[in-house]
């Protein structure tokens, strides 16, 4: 299954909203997780079943989508949160495959 | 608190060899699956192998397989990553992963660097 996100690169101010998308070549339902990177940090998931947080993460976070269109939207964008976020599916694996990324960088 | 810390990487010629290993602490290691995922140079997380409690249930992305092993040792709390008849393209930061509900990596360590050079 491909996973395709999109943009690759967006650039938002401090306290703006955020939103990133991410499409599955194939229905997964709800089978997608959300991760953060930030540089020189390992990666963190945020959200699992496409819309659940998970332990610890801030309800800016929010996301949402079943079988191929999703969104991870990020209300309130804070200096923290300017980093890569991957999708990655999970129904149908081996390969369990990310997204290749949104960048969201300042503006 | 759970950690995890790889070590082993290092710079090696195409078509060597190298192991990574991870050891873990802050939860009962033998009792969740783990995974290894990388990320290349200016790419992207790929995922590469996960493993289950035992040993009984392995997999691999098509890219690795036949040439790298995953393993554990539970009494060590210890995860491998045997890479054999590496290539260039496998040059990358390898994380080792604790894995929960649906088998997601909700734990990382630090990574380790692998660079597959001439």
């Known amino acids: 299954i491909v996973m395709t996100q999109s943009p690759v690169t967006l650039s938002v101010s401090p306290g703006e909203r955020a939103t990133l998308s991410c499409r599955a070549s194939?229905?997964?339902?709800?089978?997608l997780a959300w991760f953060q990177h930030k540089p020189g940090q390992s990666p963190r998931l945020l959200i699992y079943d496409a819309s659940t947080r998970a332990a610890g993460v801030p309800d800016r976070f929010s996301a949402y989508g079943s079988g191929t269109e999703f969104a991870l939207t990020i209300s309130g964008l804070q200096s923290e949160d300017f980093a890569v976020y991957y999708c990655?599916?999970?129904?149908?694996?081996?390969?369990?495959?990310f997204g290749q990324g949104t960048k969201v960088v300042f503006k | 608190e759970v950690q995890l810390v790889e070590s082993g990487g290092g710079m090696v010629q195409p078509g060597g060899s190298l192991r990574l290993s991870c050891v873990a602490s802050g939860f009962t290691f033998s009792s969740y699956w783990m995974s290894w995922v990388r990320q290349a140079p200016g790419k992207g997380l790929e995922w590469v192998a996960n493993v289950n409690h035992d040993e009984s249930e392995k997999y691999y992305v098509d890219s690795v397989r036949g040439r790298f092993t995953i393993s554990r040792d539970n009494a060590k709390n210890s995860l491998y990553l045997q890479m054999d008849r590496l290539r260039a393209d496998d040059t990358a930061v390898y994380y080792c992963a604790k894995c929960e509900y649906q088998l997601l990596e909700n734990a990382w360590g630090q990574g380790a660097q692998v660079t597959v050079s001439s």
């Open positions: 990655q599916q999970y129904l149908k694996w081996p390969p369990r495959t």
């Open positions: 194939q229905s997964i339902s709800n089978n």
